[in-house]
């Protein structure tokens, strides 16, 4: 991210802005090719015209042991340009145990944050002037 720092509960209303500001303002590259990095096993991946990719993986060994959450890196392979950051970005990736009996898939909007998504004008403030940790319900 540019430059976003890490929420604090002091944060000012401007803060938040601008924060939210750099968390959301991207410049895709559409049909970009990435290297996807996890443990001993790389593939090559191709954007779609917004930038977003998805794909398999054919993995160098079996995945095994209690640890669901799981780190990857990815790099950009092409566009080649001075002015992008080519530097390999880590991320997690979580793989359910084989004792798992089933999953849930949720959105993010209203199961982990308040976000009011459904109402533009209470949603608005949330979003844009308050800190995430605002954001959080209590019970977590």
Known sequence: MRNVSVSTDSDSTFRNLLNTYRRAEAD???????????????????????????GWMDLAKSISGDKEWREYKVSLVEPVHPEIQTRAVKGEILIPLET?????????????????????????????????????????
Do not use: C, K, W
């Not at 991946?45 to 917004?50: G, I, K």
């Not at 209203?110 to 319900?137: C, E, G, H, K």
């Open 28 to 54: 895709p590259l559409a049909f970009a090719r990435v290297q996807v990095d996890y443990e001993e096993s790389s593939t090559i991946l191709s954007a779609d015209d917004e930038g977003f990719f998805n």
């Open 100 to 140: 798992a009996r089933f999953g849930v898939i949720s959105d993010i909007d209203d199961t982990v944050i308040q976000s009011r998504v459904s109402n533009f004008l209470a949603y608005s403030p949330l979003q844009y002037f308050r800190s995430p940790r605002d954001l959080m319900p209590h019970e977590l």
